[in-house]
């Protein structure tokens, strides 16, 4: 199993700015993810962040909204850019492992809220 | 493209009331199904992971299994700490996405 931290938890922002989530995990992973939960909803995948390249990103997501960095095997961050109100979301960090690598472990969430 | 349906939607029960969700899915090639439980306010955290058909795993009051074209979470006389929103997902090769049912929430009450 592996432990995932997020920070922050919650935000308040305002439409037009940008927030960086962190993901921290306990051990070192090769896969890590960015999921969106809309209040009410399941989850959907943003991207995998990929170790040293690109973030492989979702039908529907895009680079230039959700900037992901993935600068080494237990860290990651996930930037919300130019928010609107339907920006308002959890956004929870994954991160892949277990027997065959595959289980996925997922953070704390961070609640997103854009007035 | 996959998909997974989860039902009920929701699912009241009483205490030691046992029951069963049922997640459905379509994927092209299955690695792995997941079962995660969620309550308010928390990630999700990880339940089961089942492979291949045939399969079962178990941890405390609850049982999953898993066939062909569907799982069951089985829940045997149920707490009230049980009430949680549980969540279904495959992920299916190659790749390691995972894709999500609506979820089931389930309210035991004492």
């Known amino acids: 199993s592996a432990v995932i931290s997020q920070k922050p938890s919650r935000d308040i922002c305002q439409r037009g700015t940008s927030l960086t989530i962190q993901c921290q995990v306990d051990s070192q992973v090769t896969m890590m993810f960015w999921y969106r939960q809309q209040p009410g909803q399941s989850l959907t995948l943003i991207a995998t962040?990929?170790?040293?390249?690109?973030?492989?990103?979702e039908s529907g997501f895009v680079i230039d909204k959700f900037p992901i960095s993935r600068p080494n095997l237990t860290f990651s961050t996930l930037t919300v850019s130019n928010m609107s109100p339907e920006d308002s979301s959890i956004y929870l960090c994954?991160?892949?492992?277990?027997?065959?690598?595959?289980?996925?472990?997922f953070g704390p969430g961070t609640r997103l809220t854009v007035t | 493209e996959d998909q997974v349906t989860q039902s009920p939607e929701a699912l009241r029960l009483q205490e030691g009331e046992s029951s069963s969700l049922n997640c459905s899915y379509t994927?092209?090639?299955?690695?792995?199904l997941f079962w995660y439980r969620q309550d308010p306010g928390k990630g999700p955290e990880f339940l089961f992971t089942?492979?291949?058909a045939g399969e079962e795993k178990e941890k405390e009051r609850l049982k999953a299994t898993l066939t062909k074209k569907e799982s069951f979470l089985h829940i045997t006389a149920p707490k009230p700490e049980d009430s949680a929103t549980y969540l279904c997902?495959?992920?299916?090769?190659?790749?390691?996405?995972?894709?999500f049912g609506g979820g089931t929430r389930v309210l035991v009450k004492p």
């Open positions: 997902a495959v992920q299916a090769t190659p790749g390691n996405k995972l894709t």
């Open positions: 994927v092209s090639g299955l690695r792995g």
């Open positions: 962040a990929n170790q040293g390249s690109e973030a492989t990103y």
């Open positions: 994954s991160a892949g492992t277990g027997r065959r690598g595959y289980e996925q472990y």
């Open positions: 089942l492979y291949s």
